[in-house]
Each structure stands twice: as C-alpha cells, then as structure tokens.
C-alpha cells in the first residue's frame, strides 16, 4: 500500500490508563474502566487535539468521530469530546478498531505467563508479529482489519482505540516494519497524527 497525499489524516488516540494498565494484565477484548488517571488522560488527549486543530486552522466538527466499541475506548471519546466544543455522544462504533485479542491469555500478566505458558511466551517474544495466543489473535491479522478501515475513511478521522490496532495501522502504512511494530510502545494522554504516511506524536 501506497498512501498518497489525498489520504484522509487520522487523529489517533489510545485510551486512557486502566487498572490492568498499570498492573500489566493483557486486557485484550476484556471490558476493563477507565481509571481515575485514565479519565485525566482523556480529558488532556482532547485538550492537546483542541490545539492542533486550532493551529491548523480546522473545525473539530467537520471531522469524523469513531471508536473501538469497548468501553475504555467510548469513554475516552466521551472525554475528548466535549474538550472540543462537542457532545460527549455523535460518534459511531467501528468492530475493526477493536483491542488486538489475547484469547485465554486476557487477565494475566507477561510474567504470570512465564511460569504458565512458558513454551508459547518463547514463541511470542521470538516472533510478536505472527504469533497467535490460545484462541487470540496475531498482529498480523489486526493489521488486515486496520488496513481495511483505513481504506474505507472518506474524512480526516478522529479514532479511539487501543495499543494493538496502532500497531496494526502502523505497519500498514509502512511506518513501522511488520516485526519492529509490535514492540512499540503506544503512549496514553497523546495524540498521535497519521498523515501523508508519516506519523507525529503531540503530549
């Protein structure tokens, strides 16, 4: 793939901190809230995009609005939002942002791993991109499904949605190599800009 500069640009947000976040539990597909901190963070994401839109001379409200559909990512939309002059509701759900899934891995820590499952944490760290955990999903599939959401985006788009799936676009658009991306860390209370297939990241 070979974007092109009439590529729509994506406003890229991670969702704010989780108390899995900071106990290092693979959340995946599992609904886990927002934190106390994670809600701040959403409310700064909103306030640093708010800025970028106003240096670009831009209207929030011409952009499009779409999140993951678990709730850490709703949240976070509902959050950023109104730091823009808009309704916390008026964005639509995409099933393909959603959370890269960790299978029968969900609620347990990397380390808890080691002692549990220590032939497949071998493979993972050998080869994170094509690996798949026990009824998960690999990175390689998440990236099928962002690349077909980002073909599929008609405006410069506004997203919420998790580690994974940046990852995921990353690759996509030949930002990251496929077996470099997964080891990249994905910041929370950022905003990370896709356009002309470059990435910027605001704090």
Same mark, same amino acid.
């Given at each position: 793939?070979? /974007?092109?500069? *009439?590529?729509?640009?994506?406003?890229?947000? @991670?969702?704010?901190?989780?108390?899995?976040? +900071?106990?290092?539990?693979?959340?995946?597909?599992?609904? +886990?809230?927002?934190?106390? $901190? !994670?809600? %701040?963070?959403?409310? =700064?994401?909103?306030?640093?995009? $708010?800025?970028?839109?106003? @240096?670009?001379? @831009?209207?929030?409200?011409?952009?499009?609005? &779409?999140?993951? /559909?678990?709730?850490?990512?709703?949240?976070?939309?509902?959050? &950023?939002?109104?730091?823009?002059? #808009?309704?916390?509701?008026?964005?639509?759900?995409? /099933?393909?942002?959603?959370?890269?899934?960790?299978?029968?891995?969900?609620?347990?820590?990397?380390?808890?791993?080691?002692?549990?499952? /220590?032939? $497949?944490?071998? =493979?993972?760290?050998?080869?994170?991109?094509?690996?798949?955990?026990? *009824?998960?999903?690999?990175?390689?599939? +998440?990236?099928?499904?962002?690349? !077909?959401?980002?073909?599929?985006?008609? $405006?410069?788009?506004?997203?919420?949605?998790?580690?994974?799936? %940046?990852?995921? #676009?990353?690759?996509?658009?030949?930002?990251?190599?496929?077996?470099? %991306?997964?080891?990249?860390?994905?910041?929370? !209370?950022? +905003?990370?800009?896709?356009?002309? !297939?470059?990435?910027?990241?605001?704090?």
């Amino acid at each position: 793939m070979n /974007p092109t500069r *009439s590529r729509p640009t994506v406003y890229y947000i @991670r969702h704010g901190e989780t108390d899995w976040n +900071v106990s290092g539990r693979l959340p995946g597909r599992r609904e +886990v809230p927002l934190n106390a $901190r !994670g809600r %701040a963070q959403a409310t =700064q994401s909103g306030d640093i995009l $708010r800025e970028l839109l106003a @240096r670009d001379g @831009r209207d929030a409200a011409a952009l499009d609005f &779409v999140s993951s /559909p678990l709730g850490r990512a709703c949240a976070t939309m509902e959050l &950023v939002r109104p730091a823009l002059g #808009l309704p916390a509701e008026g964005y639509a759900i995409e /099933p393909r942002l959603v959370e890269i899934a960790f299978g029968d891995w969900e609620g347990f820590t990397i380390a808890q791993l080691h002692n549990h499952d /220590p032939r $497949r944490i071998a =493979q993972r760290e050998h080869d994170k991109w094509h690996f798949l955990p026990p *009824s998960g999903e690999s990175y390689e599939m +998440v990236s099928v499904r962002m690349k !077909g959401w980002y073909e599929s985006l008609t $405006r410069d788009t506004v997203a919420t949605a998790h580690g994974g799936t %940046a990852r995921g #676009l990353m690759a996509v658009l030949g930002i990251a190599k496929p077996a470099a %991306a997964p080891l990249i860390d994905i910041d929370q !209370g950022v +905003v990370y800009v896709f356009a002309d !297939g470059k990435l910027a990241r605001y704090a």
